[in-house]
């Protein structure tokens, strides 16, 4: 985010760094960066010599470990690999041992910090659609939201965090479409105290019943009464045409004309720049 | 001078001491899942980081301690940089049917040069926690406008550390240099209106400025009437493109690095617009 945050701090000495600043502007040092062990093969070599299409097994004798690996592949995995994760999710959603280090290794990538690895384990175990995994997911969003920590532009960090997480394990729940776990997602979609998750349970409960007239009826009384508006959000998922989804977002903004967002807001002009940055140079080939 | 320049001066200024006091650098013991499998599509491209400190204008003195003499080494804050920038130049699908906006866009609206974007720009680095990056316009005219990214965006613990989100933060500020360029005021509480107010929980607001699916040419998602009825604003800029991350990137990009797009822009959709909630992206099904 940001302009200026600092604009109210220091006026004095103003004068004295500027001629610092300038200085420190016009000595541009452009050494070239460096290092030991670059590549000089272009990507689309290395991506080209990666095997497509073949997962760590997983078994239930070295849970952790091998489901560890899975995670690990899952998530350098590519879209058309996605049928071949299902795939084996689907058989170790059949052993208990691997459900069970799926919940373990999630929870270590949260404890890690490492959100990235953590949301690809929450999207494995929801596919699985296990009672025990669902279970775990629910646990999870239930987890009560950081209080304490860093705040990067008046949002919590860990508190965002968090609820980022809580939204994946959201969609895992409704995943399942299952009538005791689809009430759990009813109630978050009005209770949870993060926007980010309610949001995703109120997404995920309508694609997961086809975004029915009737699934929209269903959920309406759960949501806060201020958030119906998440009841017609629009959605753009992968591969949906500029039709579809222009469509869509006609028809929203024909019943919410409320989401209109007033017309820009002018400042005084500045001086033109002196010395554009011309680079033109275009990056090397692929 | 006027009073605006002049303030504008007074925070370059201090920016500059806190740039030059700041021995210290972000965390540096690891990278995130997605910034390390984005990594190895490429494996430490040499070409392209020699390319990409020019198209940044990435001044050495700035990143020294942070990798500049060891960019590929992906712990470190110029290799997470550019890893972000890999992403971006070359990630994007660019289909007109399905995305939001194309390469040129996202391109034009992270590198330094002047352009129909912003004028010039040059990317530095901050040690600062409480936000992901900062704009700074400059203020002698023959300056240069600067976007710093902040410790939050390359800190391994925070979950905005990987390339999509970083790759979203350059078109945040690089939105705001826009601002500049066009003379349009986004508000005082950093570039951004005060919040919480209407669907906006946090302290820094947009506008949503709702469009369609290839109501911009590509390369032309800088213009604007004047009007909300063309326009973007920095949060916007930054949902769209990582919705085009999550949605339509290139066919080998990483699923880590998909979600994580995901579920950044869904988390912004959801709480920093006013008039939000912006699209939800990614499909809801878990894998
Ligand atoms: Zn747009």
Redesign the pocket.
Known sequence: MQRNTRRVLSRAGTLVVTLGLMSGSAAVAQDKPTSENPSNIPPSRVIAGRPLHSPPKMNAADARKSVNAFITWAGESVVEEQSTARRALASAAKQPELVQAFMEEILAAHESGDTSRALVGLGLLGEMRTYDGAKFLVEFVRKPLPTKGTVIEGELQEEAQQARLQAKAIAGVAYLRNEEFDREVAYQAGNHPSVIVRAEAISAYLWNRGDSLEARKALEPFVRKEERLYLDRVRRVTGEGADAFNRKLTAYLKAHPEVQAPDPVRKDPRPPEEKPNTFDETPPKF | MNLKQGIALMSSVLAFGLATEAGAVCTQTAASQADRDLWNTHGCWQDFFLWQYKAYGLRSGDWSNRGWNAACNVNLEFPKHWNASYLLTYGMEDDWNQS??GTEDYRATAEARSSNFHDSLYHSITDRTDVFGTFTPRFWPWDTDRVETACPLYNPNVSNSNPGSRAGDYMHEGWHAYFDKYNFDNGNTGGHRPGPQGACTINGCDYFYF?GIS??PFGA?WENNGTASKF?SPN??QV?FLCDVADQSHWWIPLSVRQTAASDANARAASRFINGPGYTCGSPRPW
């Open positions: 939001f906006h469009h109501k911009y998602m973007h916007q800029v769209e």
